[in-house]
């Protein structure tokens, strides 16, 4: 059971002595997190609202990376996750991403596809 | 931790009794319920991505539309739902720090960290009860063209918003919302805007100051403001006034922005209240001894699951929702 909490964050880069020590300390990373995805959507930094990448800003790029890493946290030593079998949680994990992974990538591709009728005119319907 | 009756056949497999993840029963099943929650709030959240990219450049900008702080008037762009966040992970943090005092058998700090836990939800339920009505009773009102889409207004000098009120001309007239003590009594109007569309629209005509800004994302990322004479002829095309949102009509822009709002911090608020109301059951139990009793506070532990689970959907809906 989760009774051995394994103690370090960053791969080893930061270690706590305790698994109470280890919760505060990553409310404080989940904190820092949240506040720069604030800051950033406050202020839109011009070179990274500007820019794209696969057609999407890369300030939305940030915003997602950021989010993703903020889950694994919160997965990883919130839930547990990090003191339990490999298996268990490889199962837990993988089948949502691919799941959704193909879910998003056919409905998105789909969408822009719409977009594009709607835009060349077959369709009105801003009016 | 073991309540299962372990029997002698640890080593037959088919047996029964054996553990190959290292996890209860109770876990692992909470672990399954996770995993398909997890993929229904994607699926709620692929087709929000969906209904996006297909309106890519009409879209809500969602810094416009939640801006709203309590007590507080003016312009502040996302600080409550980044405070509503943060509520979210501290009671994560509670609810975690519960965990941990159960595996060391400390039933005081449980009921503790419990009762904080059960209070983080509390705020933020009651956040975003407070957000549904300020997003329902709308903000500075706009128009409805015949196509559905939306027209807001603008100050010419300033580039601020403009309410309906600013401008709209009062004219008399039979403005009677329809009462069901009149005529047909099964047919009632539960709600008359402000404004007439024709009081509007005089007011824009008479009032230079003001312009229509469409839905459109022009290169800047911005809304596009319309000239004054774009302005009138688009005005023609307008069928009615709305104010507020509903899932039918809605003065932000897109109305599949609102109904997308309405489901997927619907399910969610949802998830967080009934979180609440399982945190409280498991919070008596504590207060009773229950686990105490049992030996172990895995229950403690299974609910937590649940809990982060809420906190995790909500990091992926403020993202996508608020920020994106």
């Known amino acids: 059971m989760a009774h051995a909490h394994k103690l370090e964050i960053f791969r080893g880069l930061v270690k706590f002595k305790s698994n109470t020590q280890k919760i505060w300390g990553v409310l404080i990373f989940l904190t820092i997190v949240t506040g720069i995805e604030v800051a950033l959507g406050i ?36 839930m547990h996750l990090r003191d339990e079998k490999s298996a268990l949680r490889r199962a837990i994990v993988w089948t949502p991403i691919f799941l959704v992974a193909y879910l998003i990538f056919i409905l998105l591709f789909e969408a822009d596809y719409i977009y594009n009728v709607f835009k060349d005119g077959f369709v009105t319907w801003n009016f | 931790m073991d309540s299962t009756v372990t029997t002698s056949a640890e080593e ?63 312009n502040y762009p996302m600080y409550y739902v980044a405070f509503m966040t943060f509520i979210l992970i501290m009671s994560s943090v509670t609810m975690v720090l519960a965990v941990d005092a159960g595996h060391k058998m400390k039933k005081n700090s449980v009921i503790w960290y419990m009762f904080l836990t059960i209070i983080g939800g509390a705020i933020f339920v009651g956040s975003q009860a407070w957000e549904w009505a300020t997003f329902i009773s709308g903000d500075y009102g706009a128009v409805e063209t015949k196509g559905g889409r939306i027209l807001q207004f603008v100050k010419a000098d ?42 509007v629209i005089e007011g824009f005509k008479a009032s230079p100051n003001i312009l229509v800004r469409t839905e ?30 509903n899932l039918i009509h809605n003065e932000y822009g897109s109305r599949l922005f609102a109904d997308f709002f309405f489901f997927i911090t619907g399910f969610h608020g949802f998830h967080v209240f ?8 498991i919070f008596f139990n504590v207060a009773l001894g229950t686990y105490e009793k049992r030996g172990h506070y895995e229950m403690v532990e299974k609910v937590g699951l649940y809990w982060h689970f809420v906190d995790l959907v909500w990091v992926f809906v403020f993202t996508f929702f608020y920020l994106v």
Do not use: C
């Not at chain 2, 993929?39 to 709203?68: C, M, Q």
């Not at chain 2, 022009?218 to 949102?245: D, F, M, P, W, Y």
């Not at chain 2, 009934?274 to 059951?281: C, D, P, Q, Y």
């Open chain 2, 216 to 245: 459109t994302i022009n290169e800047e990322g911005e809304k596009t403001v319309l000239s004054r004479e774009e302005s009138l002829i688009k005005l023609q095309s307008s069928s009615q006034v709305v104010e507020g949102a």
């Open chain 1, 43 to 78: 202020s839109k930094p011009q070179f990274l609202a500007a820019n794209t990448f696969l057609g999407m800003k890369l300030l939305n790029w940030v915003f997602i990376i950021l989010t993703l890493v903020k889950a694994y946290y919160i997965a990883w030593d919130f």
């Open chain 2, 158 to 199: 300033s580039g601020e918003r403009a309410a309906l009120a600013d401008f709209a001309k009062n004219i008399p007239g039979d403005k009677v919302a329809h009462d069901n003590s009149n005529g047909v009594w099964f047919y009632s109007e539960g709600f008359q805007p402000s404004h007439t569309l024709n009081e």
């Open chain 2, 274 to 281: 009934s979180g609440v109301l399982i945190n409280l059951i």
């Open chain 2, 12 to 74: 037959n497999v088919w047996g029964g009794g054996n553990r190959p993840l290292n996890a209860s029963y109770g876990k692992l099943m909470m672990w399954f319920f996770l995993v398909s929650d997890a993929l229904t709030f994607s699926g709620f959240l692929a087709a929000y991505g969906f209904s996006r990219f297909k309106f890519i450049e009409t879209w809500p900008i969602a810094d416009e539309v939640f801006t709203h702080v309590p007590f507080f008037h003016g």
